[in-house]
């Protein structure tokens, strides 16, 4: 159900079966596709704390949606000023094909908030 939410891109409602799934069910590849689709569907849904709680899950593995789960929990890091946590991340996907042009806004910030915090 969550996942013909996504594919319809009406993203409030996946929780909706997500939250039905345990994830300790799950093989490696369907948990991190459950953890970055609750994860994505709290962010989308500004509950930022469990969003990044899910992502965190799956930010690290293997699987086709750690990059985009390590971008949005890093987002979430910067928007939280945990900035060394945002810069972490951001310079992991600094190559990616599909952040690499995103992602110097975030390290050029970084380096100018550092900047303004020494002054």
């Known amino acids: 159900m969550g996942n013909s939410f996504t594919v319809k891109r009406n993203i409030k409602k996946p929780w909706s079966g997500l939250k039905k799934v345990d994830p300790y069910d799950l093989n490696e590849d369907e948990s991190g596709e459950y953890y970055f689709k609750s994860g994505y569907s709290y962010y ?36 939280k000023k945990n900035y060394e946590t945002a ?5 992991q ?3 990616d094909e599909l952040f690499a042009s995103i992602v110097p806004y975030y390290i050029t910030r ?10």
Do not use: C
């Open 87 to 91: 810069l972490q991340g951001f310079e």
């Open 44 to 79: 989308v849904t500004d509950n930022i704390d469990k969003a990044s709680k899910n992502l965190f899950e799956v930010k690290d593995k293997e699987t086709k949606y750690y990059v985009p789960a390590l971008y949005y929990y890093s987002h979430i890091a910067y928007q």
């Open 110 to 119: 970084y380096i100018t908030t550092r900047k303004d915090m020494r002054r």
């Open 93 to 95: 996907l600094k190559n």
